[in-house]
């Protein structure tokens, strides 16, 4: 049962251009969302997360959207920058559920120069 | 501050045997999780240790067992291997009662078993 779905395995953008992320989720006992990225090689590092009372967050170049009557959420990267390419997961958990996450599949984002 | 260091790398083992697989936390973090990431999934949470006790386990059979060290380091240990724990392994460390569910990584431990 996959609570957390990513359904873009791979998505290329040109540097420069927005790059858009989507996940949806099915529990709606979730109430916290997150992103993660991952180079290869090393571990997920965290990149920016949204509480469910808000339905925006933003941070830089980075920006999360979320829709909790559609249970989706996107990821926007503006402008986006060759180091942005990477795996993508989107988390979730529950306020004071100890912190388990539960991951999508990924999405491989490429950008090219 | 030091991040989540995690070892072995990389190990090579054979159905039936066991592994421990090793997590040193981030400096000031006090709560230590597990996941499994197989081959082109997202990673699964395993089980959490806070005060060197479980706290919260994920849909993984009792062969899969761990422990929390008074450093807040941590082990994992698998019985009885078969084929299908071929994955990457990531420990993340966190500071409970910090509120947000913020983990930090480590770079995993990869088990192949043959």
């Known amino acids: 049962d996959q609570q957390v779905k990513q359904n873009s395995p791979s998505l290329s953008v040109q540097e420069g251009r927005i790059s858009i992320l989507n996940c949806d989720y099915t529990?709606?006992?979730?109430?916290?969302f997150l992103w993660y990225k991952k180079y290869p090689a090393e571990g997920p590092t965290f990149l920016i997360s949204?509480?469910?009372?808000?339905d925006k967050n933003e941070d830089g170049r980075f920006t999360v959207f979320l829709n909790k009557s559609a249970k989706h959420l996107s990821l926007h990267i503006v402008p986006s920058q060759p180091g942005d390419s990477a795996v993508y997961f989107c988390a979730a958990s529950r306020r004071g559920g100890n912190e388990k996450l539960t991951f999508g599949t990924g999405t491989r984002l490429t950008i090219i120069p | 501050e030091t991040g989540v260091t995690q070892s072995p790398t990389h190990l090579i083992k054979t159905r039936g045997q066991q592994v421990t697989l090793r997590c040193s936390s981030q400096s000031g973090h006090n709560t230590v999780s597990w996941y499994q990431q197989a081959l082109g999934q997202g990673p699964q949470f395993i089980f959490q240790?806070?005060?060197?006790?479980?706290?919260g386990r994920g849909n993984f059979p009792p062969r899969f067992s761990g422990l929390q060290f008074p450093n807040y380091s941590s082990e994992l240990n698998v019985n009885a291997l078969e084929l299908d724990d071929s994955a990457l392994y990531l420990c993340?460390?966190?500071?409970?009662?910090?509120?947000?569910?913020?983990?930090?990584f480590g770079a995993g431990s990869r088990l192949t078993v043959l």
């Open positions: 993340a460390s966190s500071l409970t009662g910090r509120g947000a569910n913020v983990l930090t």
């Open positions: 949204i509480s469910s009372i808000k």
């Open positions: 529990n709606s006992m979730f109430d916290y």
């Open positions: 240790y806070y005060r060197e006790e479980e706290n």
